[in-house]
């Protein structure tokens, strides 16, 4: 990914990465990736809630 010297850039992942893909990002140097893991906006904070858990961020 070619960039500004010293910017990183931050992929946008719709939906919920695969399995695997935050790994791989990480091990091209992105330090972090922009991800919408909701289905609605009426289930947004349950949803991002369980998304935390499943990528161990808490929650």
Avoid: F, K, N
């Avoid at 990183?8 to 919408?36: F, M, N, W």
């Amino acid at each position: 990914m070619a960039g500004l010297p010293g910017r990183s850039r931050s992929p946008c992942s719709p939906g919920i990465p695969a399995p695997g893909e935050l790994d791989a990002y990480a091990q091209a140097g992105v330090d972090r990736v922009i991800v919408t893991p909701w289905r609605s906006s009426r289930t947004a904070e349950e949803d991002l809630r369980a998304y935390a858990a499943h990528v161990a961020l808490g929650g």
